[in-house]
């Protein structure tokens, strides 16, 4: 059983071009969590997603940055127009449905984005 | 309020001693307690969790013990080991509505060989 799978690994992006991160939770697990991780610091809520839903994108900037969990293939966080600041980890967690009584993520390895 | 405070920043320890890392939180709504582990250059990966039913939860090596009344919980790591070198991650998080996680800032732990 794969775990979440995120990809790429890492990411460079010239200033003003597009980020596009991908994840795949894992198999069984409707919910899909990002998050961001600055250098030196903790792990900043971004946006939850259900499969062609958008439940709360209450950490995530206002502009440039959008995500989808289409019904199906993976679930994509967009940046556009990358600035120097959005350089950080981005991590991606998945869950099962909470009746289940498991409330515990599971994270992906990550993707590090470089803006230059 | 949806903090969480973590203490210390870094810690140091020498194997087999006790590591003990503390959280507060502020919203007593707040019922799913866990702890992340992470090492470098990966995600992070749960440890142990606690819900505000009980005072102490224990799995090997490691215990949570949480104050409901000073809204306050820590991880205790026994007979620390060179492999538990890693930062850790508490976080806090309401089981209703949509369930995401507020983390605390981190401790770096070092365990000295």
């Known amino acids: 059983n794969a775990g979440v799978m995120q990809n790429p690994r890492h990411l460079v992006r010239r200033r003003g071009q597009e980020a596009r991160l991908r994840c795949s939770p894992m198999?069984?697990?409707?919910?899909v969590y990002w998050y961001r991780q600055l250098p030196e610091e903790g792990l900043k809520f971004m946006v939850y997603l259900q499969k062609e839903n958008i439940i709360d994108e209450s950490g995530m900037p206002k502009e440039r940055f959008s995500a989808e969990f289409p019904k199906e293939g993976p679930s994509i966080l967009r940046i556009q127009q990358v600035v120097r600041g959005d350089s950080a980890a981005y991590f991606c967690a998945s869950s099962k449905n909470r009746d289940s009584g498991n409330y515990g993520y599971t994270f992906g390895s990550g993707t590090r984005l470089t803006v230059v | 309020q949806q903090q969480v405070k973590q203490s210390p920043q870094s810690l140091i320890v020498q194997k087999g001693g006790i590591s003990i890392i503390n959280c507060a939180y502020e919203?007593?709504?707040?019922?799913?307690f866990p702890w992340y582990q992470q090492f470098p250059g990966k995600g992070p990966a749960l440890l142990i969790a606690i819900r505000p039913d009980v005072s102490e939860k224990k799995e090997g090596r490691f215990t949570i013990s949480f104050n409901k009344s000073a809204k306050q919980f820590s991880l205790h790591i026994m007979d620390s080991q060179p492999g538990d070198s890693a930062t850790y991650f508490c976080a806090a998080a309401l089981t209703s509505g949509t369930y995401k996680y507020i983390f605390g800032t981190g401790t770096r732990l070092k365990v000295l060989a």
């Open positions: 198999k069984g697990h409707s919910h």
């Open positions: 919203n007593t709504a707040f019922d799913y």
